[in-house]
């Protein structure tokens, strides 16, 4: 079996899932023979298999997965679990005993996946070196960058992993980073020639749209009309203050809307409160500062809506990325105000890294004003390059006026190339095209090249907004690490040599007030009456109730795209339900039964399940490696019938390894007695055996010839 067939299969089995997303299989498969990676793909993209894959295909070993948050891990191990793979964390909101059961299963080699947070893994580093590691993985890896926008210094030690572990595979994941940070990543953790996936950052699911300046109460209105939109389903509203989310949450509450907050003003309780609340669904919406979502890895996020403008556009992409993971369409909304701005403008200059904040919230602000595709904005930022509008944004549906802007770019781009191509700035770049003879211009000799004064025919603030609208179509990145000077991409080269052109939105003032841009109608009208979606709301109950049960999130039971799948070819047979993508052996024998009960009284159908399904859950669940207890706990059965059910599956021939089941010497009592004694062997068995084992112990004995096959009375 080759590499990928055997991935395949265990992806089949444990994930439910019949392929890997473009990418997912080349990173597995350098992990898999030892290569360090780089893993960039966008929140939802699909990382977490990465490194999940290549801890399977070892079969041996642990992969320690580093991760900053602990809910995160919490997530993780759930979701691992649920699916049949052995995985377990170690942190500071469990208790030492505990934390040592967990650290006892991983050197015992019981563990495939084992999270850890930095400060953790390194305070202890040799007594975890001493594991069999087959990989490790550092999750949310932008943390590393003082380039990007959630540095933390705990993460800058991880270079030891590499110095101290060279032969280890290292995989570092994260859903945002830029150029800069992306690089710094590979150097500071030390990688080595890694292999890296650079995932497209496109969401296509997620709408996107921006209001400038609209009211408090308007605001609220809007996100109480989203929830009412989504009443099955959550959302969050994020704000650039604790009070700010304080009054969101109050006014939400007054609208008659189930909400939560959470921010960093408030103790580590109350926080876990609101979160748990917002993963179960009995709050719909969170109203939280950023300090919320890291990790989230909750489906059926309907929308986000930023109450503020945030500080840059990782942060932002990050956040909106939240919603939609289950690729169903999803809302992104932000609105806006001068007054965002200057309370963001002060944070950066108090930053202590003033130019590249500044610079990074400009980038912000342009998003904001965009009167190109928003999703071209936010692609070229991350120097994905994109010749097509989305078709999904509230620019592409409402189209500003548009003129042919190659020849300015051309202008442009060449002003940058005849002053080096990397030496200025927008600011001077906007001057040399206008002809100004400004000393700072005069002194580097840029009055004496071709296209000094190219553009005099247009204004500064509309040159300002078509080299913005440029930097956004991706004509031009800003090199941060280089004074913020322009650089012309490879588009931008395209367009230069005439091999490619650019329409740009016609300049128009910009407006702070509520007029500038009228909101379309909030709330479209949604018509849920086909029996897709009528099934796939009984699903969703069927769901919320097992979810309540066992006291776990609901999207870890099945995701909302796992339900229209099976909603959508609503299955009637465990064979058809494990079809559904998203539903592995595990799933579809510890949920099937509940799940198929649904739909067959849907489809108008005997309620219960088909002959032979509970039979085959036995069997898929037995090839879990659960024990008979276990399995019986699992149907709520007793380990009787679980016993009877096992002895029926040796005699059909699926079951040929008994050691789990029956010790060789108890087999062999038994059929010693059953063969001595056929006629009141099972009276003395009885007394000896529990009646399960006897049924084991004769099945077994027929399959190897050992017992008649034939019908037998002694066992009535
Ligand atoms: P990330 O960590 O990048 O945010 P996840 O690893 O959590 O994303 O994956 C997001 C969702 O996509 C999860 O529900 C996951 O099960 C699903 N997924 C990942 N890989 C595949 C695949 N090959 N086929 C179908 N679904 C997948
Ligand atoms: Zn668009």
């Not at 079996?1 to 265990?10: F, P, Q, R």
């Not at 894959?53 to 041996?60: I, N, Q, S, V």
């Not at 380990?639 to 050691?659: P, R």
């Amino acid at each position: 079996m080759t590499l990928k067939e055997e991935a395949l299969g265990l992806l089949a089995k444990f994930y439910g899932y019949r392929s890997f997303r473009p990418g997912q299989y080349e990173v597995i498969e350098a992990v898999s023979g030892g290569r360090d990676a780089v893993v960039l793909l966008p929140t939802g993209g699909g990382k977490s298999l990465c490194y999940q894959m290549p801890a399977l295909l070892a079969r041996k070993g642990v992969a320690i997965v580093v991760s900053p948050l602990i809910a995160l891990m919490q997530d993780q191990t759930t979701a691992l679990v649920a699916n049949g793979i052995p995985a377990a964390a170690i942190h500071s909101n469990q208790d030492e005993a505990y934390n040592r059961t967990v650290a006892d299963a991983a050197f015992a080699g019981k563990l495939r996946l084992l999270y850890i947070s930095p400060e953790g893994l390194l305070q202890n580093f040799d007594y975890w070196s001493r594991l069999d590691i087959s990989l490790v993985a550092i999750d949310e890896a932008h943390c590393i960058s003082q380039w990007g926008h959630d540095f933390r210094p705990d993460y800058t030690a991880l270079s030891l992993i590499k110095e101290r572990l060279p032969n280890v595979p290292v995989i570092a994941l994260t859903a945002t980073a830029d150029r800069l940070t992306r690089d710094d990543i590979v150097q500071q953790l030390h990688l080595r020639d890694p292999y890296c996936l650079i995932g497209s950052f496109d969401r296509p699911n997620i709408s996107l749209r921006a209001y400038s300046n609209p009211g408090a109460k308007q605001r609220m209105r809007f996100i109480a009309d989203m929830s009412r939109k989504y009443p099955q389903d959550s959302g969050i509203a994020y704000c650039l203050s604790r009070a700010g989310a304080e009054s969101t949450h109050k006014a939400l509450t007054a609208l008659g809307i189930r909400s939560a907050c959470y921010h960093a003003g408030m103790s580590a309780g109350e926080r876990d409160r609101s979160m748990r609340a917002f993963l179960n669904g009995s709050v719909q919406v969170v109203c939280a500062t950023v300090a919320f979502g890291m990790g989230i890895d909750k489906s059926n996020i309907r929308w986000v809506v930023h109450n503020n403008l945030p500080g840059t556009i990782e942060s932002y992409y990050q956040e909106i990325g939240r919603a939609g993971r289950d690729g169903l369409p999803a809302e992104a909304v932000l609105f806006y105000s001068y007054g965002d701005i200057v309370t963001l403008r002060s944070f950066a200059e108090d930053s202590g890294r003033t130019a590249v904040n500044l610079e990074k919230l400009a980038r912000m602000e342009a998003y904001a004003e965009a009167r190109v595709c928003r999703r071209r904005v936010l692609l070229s930022y991350f120097s994905e390059e994109r010749d097509c509008d989305c078709g999904n944004c509230d620019i592409c549906r409402n189209q500003p006026a548009r003129f042919d802007g190659t020849i300015l770019a051309q202008k442009a781009l060449s002003a940058v190339m005849r002053t080096g191509g990397t030496a200025i700035g927008v600011f001077t770049l906007v001057n040399i095209l206008r002809g100004q003879r400004r000393s700072d211009i005069v002194r580097a000799g840029y009055d004496t090249i071709r296209t000094f004064g190219a553009g005099a025919d247009l204004s500064q603030p509309e040159w300002s907004d078509y080299i913005s609208q440029m930097i956004q179509l991706g004509v031009f990145e800003i090199a941060y690490e280089d004074a913020n000077h322009l650089r012309v991409t490879p588009f931008g080269m395209k367009i230069l040599k005439g091999a490619a052109h650019i329409e740009l939105s016609t300049h128009v003032p910009p407006q702070y007030n509520a007029k500038g841009r009228k909101g379309e109608k909030a709330v479209p009208e949604e018509t849920n009456a086909d029996p897709v979606h009528q099934l796939m709301e009984q699903l969703k109950t069927v769901r919320t109730d097992i979810s309540r049960k066992e006291g776990k999130p609901a999207y870890t039971v099945f995701s909302d795209a796992t339900l229209l799948d099976m909603a959508t070819r609503r299955p009637t047979t465990l064979d058809e339900f494990l079809q559904v993508n998203g539903v592995g052996e595990k799933k579809a024998a510890t949920y099937g039964k509940r799940f198929l009960s649904a739909i067959r009284k849907f489809e108008g159908l005997g309620a219960g399940t088909p002959a032979g399904t509970s039979l085959k859950e036995t069997l898929i669940l037995f090839n879990t490696g659960m024990g008979v207890g276990e399995i019986a706990a699992t149907k709520h059965v007793s380990t009787d019938t679980i016993y009877n059910h096992l002895a029926q599956l040796i005699e059909q021939g699926l079951i040929t390894t008994f050691g789990t089941i029956i010790s060789r010497k108890e087999y062999e009592d038994i059929v010693n007695e059953l063969k001595a004694h056929p006629d009141i062997a099972y009276d003395v068995l009885k007394e000896r055996y529990r009646s399960g084992m006897v049924a084991i112990a004769r099945a077994i004995g027929r399959t190897k010839g050992v017992l008649q096959p034939a019908k037998h009375t002694y066992l009535q």
